[in-house]
């Protein structure tokens, strides 16, 4: 499961965050956050490494892709059976959704309710059906392995 979808300006202003836990100090965690995140992208970017797609901690991997206007990231637990394919294909198609239903994010990360309503839709939609898939694909892996 997905723990957090961060959305995330250009210049690291945390745009939009969603965390499956609830904490008492999610303003904090979720600009520090994106903070760094932001500085770790820009630096490999001025030393001509690339931009970062993907990340890891001891319990957590963190799956970035950005456009011209913002960035996402997933964080899941490293216990987690989805695939890097799998969170890839999320996290994209979760882009692709926002930019066509949102001609421009905020840079200063305010969005009105409606947006921000809006944008926690889309999450929480995509994230179900990508749950059904994973549970669809993992039951279909049991069953072949069954047979054989």
Known sequence: M?????????TGVP????EQQESTDDVTKVTLFSGVISAIRTALIQ??????NY???LTHEIFLEATDNFA?????????EYDNKTMNHMISELITLI??????LPE?????????????????????KWEEIIK?????????????
Do not use: C, H
């Open 108 to 128: 200063v990360g305010i969005l009105s309710p409606e947006e921000e309503q809006e944008i926690e839709k889309i999450i929480k939609k995509l994230l179900d």
């Open 72 to 80: 996402v990231a997933f964080v899941k637990d490293m216990n987690d």
């Open 15 to 18: 745009i939009y965050f969603l």
């Open 47 to 52: 030393i001509d490494a690339g931009e970062a």
């Open 136 to 148: 669809e694909s993992q039951a279909s892996k049991k069953l072949k392995e069954s047979l054989w």
């Open 55 to 57: 990340l890891t901690t």
């Open 99 to 104: 930019a066509f239903q949102f001609v421009e």
């Open 2 to 10: 997905i723990q957090a979808v961060y959305i995330i300006s250009r």
